[in-house]
């Protein structure tokens, strides 16, 4: 049973997910050059929207589903629906993006 929304969806596991990804990170490392894991990715991510884009961090806090704090202005501003988060994720997925292909132009 594969449940919708997952980023990385699986029909082999039970939770409905890809589980176990840590026997990759080897072989990752080896092709990539460079030490990989995929909490990197989301550390990326964070910085990307924080630094380069500049979105607030009570934003950035729910796109990568960080607990929120018990402040109670962060509570109201945190309170974002799926499709005010899916524009700016964009952004970041794209600035990611065009980082990764203007690098790459350079090897």
């Known amino acids: 049973m594969v449940f ?7 029909s082999k596991s039970r939770s409905g ?7 990759y990170y080897a072989a990752i490392t080896e ?5 990989f894991w995929f909490h990197g990715l ?6 990307v929207a924080e ?9 950035t806090k729910r796109l990568v589903n960080h607990a929120r ?11 974002w629906t799926v499709e005010q988060l899916r524009e ?7 600035r990611i993006d065009g980082q990764v292909c203007s690098h ?3 090897i």
Not at 51 to 59: A, N, T, V
């Open 4 to 10: 919708a929304g997952w980023v990385f969806p699986s």
């Open 42 to 47: 989301r550390n990326s991510f964070i910085t």
């Open 69 to 79: 704090p018990a402040d109670v202005t962060e509570g109201y501003a945190a309170d």
């Open 31 to 35: 092709a990539g050059g460079a030490k």
């Open 104 to 106: 790459s132009a350079l």
């Open 17 to 23: 997910h890809v589980e176990g990804v840590q026997q």
């Open 51 to 59: 630094r380069e884009l500049m979105l607030p961090i009570s934003l």
């Open 88 to 94: 700016p994720a964009q952004r970041v997925a794209d």
